[in-house]
């Protein structure tokens, strides 16, 4: 039976797409307070659309709620939230293993009844706070491309909300250097890094 530790493997991909530009980022819960949203016109006003959890073992929609009730970030218009079948796919089918008598811990196994995969105390969020960070990422990309002065603007503003973010500075180590690497060269004037990031990290809206 293969275990895969869920956070870990967003943390993979993050890394990776952080590798071409020299960022080491490592997450294991985000949490957030006021950011500052900037011109309403480039914030998301599209409503999410119920999703159908009724494959999805309810001790994990339990988890995943108490976690996520803490996540109030405005989203990129024409960006819709990603919902929790968007992020774990995985859930889907799949049974509970812990009969959650400790709430830090679920264990869970797929439908296929092969891979074993674990959600510890932060991985819900932390998730969900790196695909609002890519989509804010990919938000900035495709305005410039449009040449949407504003709105890439607005992007810029909301990445480098980031590390002031409640709970940041304690869980994701070199936050900091988002807004170093990412958000600092392209208010210089390359983008490139930011480029790179956007087109390779994960916001839940693929």
Not at 79 to 85: S, T
Not at 171 to 193: F, H, I, R
Request: charged residues 20%.
């Amino acid at each position: 039976m293969v275990v895969s530790n869920v956070n870990h493997r967003h943390q993979l991909a993050f890394l990776t797409a952080f590798s071409a530009i020299g960022v080491l980022f490592s997450a294991t819960s985000c949490s957030s307070t006021d950011a500052d949203q900037g011109p309403t016109a480039a914030v998301s006003t599209i409503t999410e659309p119920a999703e159908d959890l009724s494959d999805v073992p309810p001790e994990f929609v339990e988890f995943a709620t108490k976690e996520l009730s803490l996540f109030d970030h405005p989203y990129p218009k024409r960006a819709p939230q990603p919902g929790l079948l968007a992020l774990f796919p995985e859930v889907e089918g799949s049974t509970m293993a812990t009969d959650q008598s400790e709430s830090t811990t679920l264990v869970g196994i797929d439908d296929t009844g092969e891979a074993e995969f674990v959600f510890s105390e932060g991985d819900i969020f932390t998730a969900k706070e790196l695909a609002w960070h890519c989509a804010w990422a990919q938000s900035y990309v495709d305005s410039m491309t449009n040449s949407e002065d504003e709105a890439a603007n607005e992007a810029l503003s909301q990445l480098q909300q980031f590390p002031k973010f409640d709970q940041v500075s304690e869980y994701v180590e070199g936050a900091e250097d988002l807004t170093t690497n990412l958000v600092s060269p392209a208010v210089q004037g390359d983008t490139e890094p930011i480029e790179n990031y956007a087109a390779s990290c994960i916001s839940g809206n693929e």
